[in-house]
């Protein structure tokens, strides 16, 4: 099983859960099973990470596995050999494979390949592990989704799309505010739509901040330039002028939570002052990246060979 999508978890999202507060739990305690002793997993990156690598490295290591990081660069698939190939190999000596990429379509062909589980850990589509760490985070701080709303101000990009995937499956509210041209993806938007009518919650997607903030229990925002956009950087600053996250937004909404995947620019899309207020629950998100990415191993890898 491949985890491209955050909707490829499906059904299994609920005991993923379940096991990330065990995991999380036994690791306060200093208890630590070595349930994926002699598991490898590789882990390819074509761009920077602070979070997403050393919760990966660190999770292995706590499950009594390893984890090999591999900087594309240095591969022979950065000379040239195919994903394909690349994949192939790969799964004939790790157990699964994590991999930050600049293409989605080199993830699900990689995916496509690999005979062991391909984990997403970002691409310009969407970036599911920190969406279900993030529901995770969610659930421990609000009990549950029914009846929460969570608007999400800034640029319509990946961690805007899977969260928009995930909401919409467990039934939380969720609004979206971006300038006009920085919306979501269409399709992902039609499938988050779909499921939320299965699911019983409302989805908005406008252009006014202050319309999407109304309300909200949770106020979540990243960063106006995403890896890879740095191209569009002035232009992007000038759009997104209106977007901050600020006391004034914050107030229309009362006294929400702040989330953010980090890492932040203080200043643009959030100002310092609420980054580091007393509802900002940053912190708690990455660390949750840990617990939940741990659960997500033993899941993917435990019955593996
Ligand atoms: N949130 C997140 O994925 O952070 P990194 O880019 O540091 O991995
Ligand atoms: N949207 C950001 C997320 C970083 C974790 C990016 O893709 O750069």
């Not at 109304?214 to 960063?223: H, N, P, Q, R, S």
Request: glycine residues 6%.
């Amino acid at each position: 099983m491949n985890v491209i999508s955050i909707l490829d978890v499906g059904q299994d999202f609920f005991s993923l859960i379940e096991r990330t507060r065990k995991l999380k739990e036994e690791a306060r305690k200093g208890v630590f099973k070595n349930v994926l002793r002699n598991k490898s997993l590789a882990m390819i990156f074509e761009k920077p990470s602070t979070r997403t690598r050393v919760s990966f490295e660190v999770a292995m290591t706590q499950l009594g596995g390893h984890a090999v990081y591999l900087d594309r660069e240095s591969m022979q698939l950065g000379r040239g050999e195919t994903i394909k190939d690349t994949a192939r190999t790969l799964s004939r000596y790790v157990d699964g494979i994590m991999v930050r990429a600049k293409s989605h379509e080199n993830v699900l062909e990689l995916g496509e390949y690999a005979t062991v589980p391909v984990i997403n850990g970002l691409t310009e589509l969407e970036h599911p592990c920190q969406v279900l760490a993030d529901l995770f985070t969610i659930k421990e701080k609000k009990g549950d989704f029914k009846e929460v709303k969570l608007a999400f101000i800034g640029d319509g990009n990946n961690v805007c799309h899977s969260l928009l995937l995930g909401s919409a499956f467990v039934g939380m509210n969720m609004s979206v505010a971006t300038p006009r041209g920085y919306e979501p993806n269409k399709e992902i938007l039609e499938k988050a739509e779909r499921l939320s009518n299965k699911s019983g919650c409302e989805i908005l997607v406008t252009n006014d901040p202050m319309r999407a903030a109304e309300g909200a229990d949770i106020i979540y925002t990243d960063v106006w330039v995403s890896m890879g956009q740095e191209a569009e950087r002035e232009k992007r600053l000038r759009d997104f002028r209106d977007y901050q996250v600020n006391t004034r937004l914050v107030k229309i909404a009362g006294s929400p939570l702040i989330m953010h995947c980090l890492p932040a620019k203080r200043g643009l899309e959030i100002t310092d002052e609420v980054l580091e207020s007393r509802n900002s629950i940053v912190f708690d998100q990455a660390e949750n990246r840990l617990h939940l990415q741990k659960a997500l191993l033993c899941h993917l890898l435990a019955s593996q060979g």
